[in-house]
């Protein structure tokens, strides 16, 4: 599957977002890689996670939810959920009007603080996202009620060195059983994460296009 690179900025609040979107005709569905710990230049090369969810089939789009601006001059930005919501469900909205994107089975996938961003986003659009994967992080930031109130099939991936191991437990354990998903993985290698987050894809998006 050959996939074209594409840079990409999605207007929301005031703010540019800036992304690469990954895509060919032929892929079985999007997978969203929303990121806030940080601003990383979308013009390089991405981690193993997009490089496996390719081999798997999907089309990627990662995107900063903070802009360079915000993560140089404010470190909290990154803890600022209601607003990574708002930038999250900005950027699903845009998908939506993107010719080669919209109706494309969605899956989002995200690290840190933004998995609290993920699990409050799926409480607003349920329907339109398939499944998740939160790598660790902090999904409890989402709070209780959201993660109570859960629909979309979500994995967790952690290994049980990481310090937010037990923090991810705790929110993990409100999230109802028929939805959500543990997956241990060790800490010094991060080629088993990001094949359990493309096989939880994998077995959650409709498949539309070739597999």
């Known amino acids: 599957m050959k996939l074209r690179n594409t840079l990409i900025s999605i207007p929301t609040s005031g703010v540019w977002l800036d ?3 990954a895509h060919a005709p032929d892929v079985r ?14 013009n390089v090369e991405g981690s193993r996670l997009p490089a496996a969810l390719h081999e798997a089939g999907f089309a ?11 993560a140089a001059r404010d470190p909290d930005a990154g803890f600022n959920v209601s607003r990574l919501t708002t930038r999250l469900l900005a950027a699903i909205d845009w ?22 961003a993920l699990i409050r986003a799926a409480g607003s659009v349920p329907d339109r996202i398939a499944a998740m994967v939160c790598l660790a992080g902090r999904p409890d930031l989402a709070g209780a009620a959201p993660l109570r109130a859960l629909t979309v099939p979500t994995r967790f991936i952690v290994s049980p060195a990481d310090p937010h191991a037990s923090i991810a437990r705790h929110a993990f354990a409100l999230i109802p059983r028929t939805v ?10 991060p080629r088993p994460a990001a094949i359990a987050a493309a096989q939880w894809l994998a077995s959650h998006l409709p498949v539309t296009g070739p597999a």
Not at 34 to 42: I, L, R, S, T, V
Not at 60 to 70: G, P
């Open 60 to 70: 990627t789009m990662t995107l900063n939810l903070l802009t360079r601006h915000e």
């Open 19 to 21: 992304g690469r979107l």
């Open 95 to 116: 998908i939506e009007h993107q010719p080669p994107l919209a109706g494309q089975p969605l899956g989002l996938v995200a690290g840190g603080t933004t998995c609290g």
């Open 180 to 189: 959500a998903d543990w997956h241990e993985v060790p800490a010094d290698d």
């Open 29 to 42: 569905g999007l997978a969203l890689l929303p990121a806030a710990d940080g601003y990383h230049p979308p």
